[in-house]
């Protein structure tokens, strides 16, 4: 099972294993409140990538799209998040304000779909 979190949520034991999906630290979050197994910088869109989206996230499809051929190329990586999945629950913390579109929930949906 793969769910996702914001890093200002309270993180909880069902969350299972933590994972910060981002490639900075989310702002005024201490890391002991975080309460991570492991912080994934690597599946993380590159930083070009994720200064356009913030720019214009409008272009939801086309950020997908480009962080999915980002992912393709880190098979092994993605292999070792899957398996997490299939070990129990796997949750994908990321700071974004907007929920619905983000990394975390694109990063699931490609996990989803293996």
Known sequence: MIQIKRAYEKPEESDGYRV???RLWPR???KEAARLDEWAREVAPSDGLRKEFH???ERWEEFRERYFEELDGMPE???ELRERASEGTLTLVYAAR???RNNAVA???YLERG
């Open 98 to 100: 907007n929920e619905e």
């Open 107 to 109: 990063l699931r949906e």
């Open 28 to 30: 005024g979050v201490r």
């Open 55 to 57: 720019g214009h996230p």
């Open 20 to 22: 910060l999906v981002d």
């Open 77 to 79: 990586r993605v292999a």
